[in-house]
Structure formats: C-alpha cells, structure tokens
Nanobody, 115 residues
C-alpha cells in the first residue's frame, strides 16, 4: 500500500513563498507521474503541476512562472516551490500519484495567502 504525506503549508503574506513537500512510501516517485492539485472551498480539485517519470514538467497556466515542481529521488519526495503567492492561491494542496494501477492521494496541506 502506497502512501503520500504532504507538509509545508501555512500562512504567508502576498508575494511570499512556500515549499510544499510530498513524501512517498510504498511507491517510487521517479517511476511515476506525480501531480500537485489544489482545491478551493466549494470547488472541484484542479491540477496545478505534473512531473513525469522522465522528469518532464507541466504547469497550469495560472501558476506558470511562479511555481516549480521537482523531486528528490534519494528522498523519494516531490516538491512544489511556490513563489509570488497571491490570495487566489489560498487552497488545500494535494499530492497525487499512480502506482500499480491505483491512484493515491495525500491528506492535503492548507495554504493561506493573506496579509
């Protein structure tokens, strides 16, 4: 059974930065496409960024140039570096990955951007 555990959320002022982490167990992140999603209250979860097994990255238009997804193979961890945060980035952020034909989600980490 794979498990994903996010950390790194919190309260940050507009224009600030945060780095989210997603520690994986029971799966190998460099062999999976790993995703970060976010969910605003009352809305559907939306894809933020993807890193493929080959290391290619893709971003939603609303975070391009501000967010960076990366991974540390030795730590089996995926990161989301978030810069130039604005209040619209306030959401619960989830890590996601597929392994052995199953879809896994972390518990989510809250990000609040407010002055």
């Amino acid at each position: 059974q794979a498990q994903l555990v996010e950390s790194g959320g919190g309260l940050v002022q507009p224009g600030g930065s945060l780095r989210l982490s997603c520690a994986a167990s029971g799966m190998i992140v460099r062999r999976s496409s790993m995703n970060w999603y976010r969910q605003h209250p009352g809305k559907q979860r939306e894809l933020v960024a993807t890193i493929t097994g080959a290391g290619s990255t893709n971003y939603a238009d609303f975070v391009k140039g501000r967010f960076t997804i990366s991974r540390d193979n030795a730590k089996n961890t995926v990161y989301l570096q978030m810069n130039s945060l604005n209040p619209e980035d306030t959401a619960v952020y989830y890590c996601n990955g597929k392994w052995s034909a199953a879809d896994y989600w972390g518990q989510g980490t809250q990000v609040i951007v407010s002055s």
